[in-house]
């Protein structure tokens, strides 16, 4: 089944009480009130992840998005993942300030990122940072009202930009605020944050499948690269994946290069059939696409020791792609004119007819259990009833192992 994910949001209004924005709060159930955060890079990767799977149009009515991020985060791809009109990242006063900070801050800003200093106190070392910011959020209920008043007269020589007072809970409070001048306002005097939930929405299969395509036929990173950075749930499961399996390392993975160079284009192929077994995850698709990863597994197994690499990695897409229509919903025809393949693997998968058909066709009679069809078939490909059996258990098993995202790199033969 999907994942269901969670996020709360809490409104950022002006001084007409008019919804300027909402501040999105990572949130691990419907019932949580409060973040609970343990790891600030996992909280700002969600907060991102959640965004995307609810859909920003839908969440956000227009308006921009405040989101916490931490170092780790700053410095990754995620937040390139969101675009830029739809939001305000805000700066947590953890965040060291670094010449690699304002470095990173400027390259965000160049391509439209917005940001916000939270919680802001009156340090010097912050200083370097009020050029590049566009708003400032002062927490009102950790202070008294005369330190705000002393942190805004302080700071409006060198800022141009706009206030928002955090943690507003009364009428005086908010009253108090908008006279010192503050223009946005932030707290239970307006609204509690709202808890929402969504499942997970699952990249489009069309898309792993051009990936899939591409991974098979070029070696290039670069190339590779481009069109997973231009579709962001890809950019943002594979990050994740990536992590997962390199959970051993030192250093996490931030980039979608780290990324690749980390997982290694045969686990990265590997991964993208991972993702066309858990899309559209209805018992009857969950089946049809474990049985087709399996068909495809068996494909490949058997061409090992008779067809070279490239005829093996056509064997699994034929078989892969045998329950196009079940799995996908769409005419197999329909899917080869969209993602033009190999004729070996056309002819298998329309005709049943080439040297991929016996392969498909064994593959086929083994589900079955059909004895006289697997003999007959195996000896097409001088085989025998002995390895298509030891391939098939195999076959199963590497399905079987596919169910599991977190699968360590490398952790299975291909």
Same mark, same amino acid.
């Given at each position: 089944?999907?994942?269901?994910?969670?996020?709360?949001?809490?409104?950022?209004?002006?001084?007409?009480?008019?919804?300027?924005?909402?501040?999105?709060?990572?949130?691990?159930?419907?019932?949580?009130?409060?973040?609970?955060?343990? #790891?600030?890079?996992?909280?700002?990767?969600?907060?991102? #992840?959640?965004?995307?799977?609810?859909?920003?149009?839908?969440?956000?009515?227009?308006?921009?998005?405040?989101?916490?991020?931490?170092?780790?985060?700053?410095?990754?791809?995620?937040?390139?993942?969101?675009?830029?009109?739809?939001?305000?990242?805000?700066?947590?006063?953890?965040?060291?300030?670094?010449?690699?900070?304002?470095?990173?801050?400027?390259?965000?800003?160049?391509?439209?990122?917005?940001?916000?200093?939270?919680?802001?106190?009156?340090?010097?070392?912050?200083?370097?940072?009020?050029?590049?910011?566009?708003?400032?959020?002062?927490?009102?209920?950790?202070?008294?009202?005369?330190?705000?008043?002393?942190?805004?007269?302080?700071?409006?020589?060198?800022?141009?930009?706009?206030?928002?007072?955090?943690?507003?809970?009364?009428?005086?409070?908010?009253?108090?605020?908008?006279?010192?001048?503050?223009?946005?306002?932030?707290?239970?005097?307006?609204?509690?944050?709202?808890?929402?939930?969504?499942?997970?929405?699952?990249?489009?299969?069309?898309?792993?499948?051009?990936?899939?395509?591409?991974?098979?036929?070029?070696?290039?990173?670069?190339?590779?690269?481009?069109?997973?950075?231009?579709?962001?749930?890809?950019?943002?499961?594979?990050?994740?994946?990536?992590? #997962?399996?390199?959970?051993?390392?030192?250093?996490?993975?931030?980039?979608?290069?780290?990324?690749?160079?980390?997982?290694?284009?045969?686990?990265?192929?590997?991964?993208?059939?991972?993702?066309?077994?858990?899309?559209?995850?209805?018992?009857?698709?969950?089946?049809?696409?474990?049985?087709?990863?399996?068909?495809?597994?068996?494909?490949?197994?058997?061409?090992?020791?008779?067809?070279?690499?490239?005829?093996?990695?056509?064997?699994?897409?034929?078989?892969?792609?045998?329950?196009?229509?079940?799995?996908?919903?769409?005419?197999?025809?329909?899917?080869?004119?969209?993602?033009?393949?190999?004729?070996?693997?056309?002819?298998?998968?329309?005709?049943?007819?080439?040297?991929?058909?016996?392969?498909?066709?064994?593959?086929?009679?083994?589900?079955?259990?059909?004895?006289?069809?697997?003999?007959?078939?195996?000896?097409?490909? #001088?085989?025998?009833?002995?390895?298509?059996?030891?391939?098939?258990?195999?076959?199963?098993?590497?399905?079987?192992?596919?169910?599991?995202?977190?699968?360590?790199?490398?952790?299975?033969?291909?």
């Amino acid at each position: 089944m999907g994942k269901e994910t969670f996020l709360a949001r809490q409104p950022i209004v002006d001084a007409d009480h008019r919804l300027f924005a909402y501040e999105l709060l990572f949130r691990q159930s419907m019932a949580s009130v409060s973040a609970n955060v343990t #790891s600030q890079l996992q909280a700002g990767v969600e907060v991102i #992840s959640n965004t995307l799977c609810l859909g920003p149009e839908w969440l956000l009515h227009g308006k921009l998005a405040f989101i916490n991020l931490d170092e780790a985060t700053l410095m990754s791809d995620f937040v390139c993942l969101l675009p830029p009109h739809h939001v305000v990242y805000e700066i947590l006063e953890t965040v060291p300030v670094t010449p690699v900070l304002i470095a990173r801050l400027r390259e965000l800003r160049q391509l439209g990122y917005r940001f916000a200093l939270d919680d802001f106190v009156c340090l010097d070392e912050y200083r370097p940072l009020l050029p590049m910011v566009d708003f400032v959020k002062l927490d009102v209920l950790e202070q008294p009202p005369e330190k705000t008043k002393e942190i805004i007269a302080h700071i409006q020589l060198n800022f141009t930009g706009q206030f928002i007072a955090e943690k507003v809970e009364t009428r005086e409070m908010f009253d108090l605020c908008r006279n010192c001048g503050i223009q946005y306002f932030q707290g239970y005097y307006f609204a509690h944050p709202e808890n929402l939930s969504s499942k997970t929405i699952q990249p489009g299969q069309l898309a792993v499948l051009k990936l899939m395509d591409k991974v098979r036929s070029c070696e290039d990173l670069a190339e590779i690269e481009e069109p997973l950075r231009r579709n962001a749930a890809l950019t943002l499961r594979l990050l994740r994946y990536a992590n #997962s399996a390199a959970s051993g390392l030192r250093q996490p993975v931030h980039t979608v290069r780290q990324a690749l160079t980390q997982v290694g284009l045969t686990t990265l192929y590997r991964w993208l059939a991972l993702l066309l077994v858990t899309a559209n995850p209805t018992p009857t698709n969950a089946l049809a696409a474990r049985t087709a990863v399996t068909r495809g597994r068996l494909c490949e197994l058997l061409a090992q020791s008779r067809l070279d690499r490239q005829a093996q990695d056509e064997l699994f897409i034929t078989g892969l792609f045998s329950l196009t229509e079940p799995l996908m919903g769409i005419p197999l025809g329909l899917l080869l004119e969209k993602l033009p393949m190999p004729d070996p693997v056309v002819q298998a998968l329309l005709h049943r007819s080439g040297p991929y058909a016996p392969f498909l066709k064994l593959a086929e009679a083994s589900e079955r259990n059909d004895f006289e069809k697997i003999a007959r078939y195996a000896a097409d490909i #001088s085989s025998s009833s002995k390895e298509v059996n030891v391939a098939q258990l195999r076959s199963l098993a590497w399905a079987e192992e596919l169910t599991s995202e977190a699968t360590p790199a490398g952790s299975a033969t291909h």
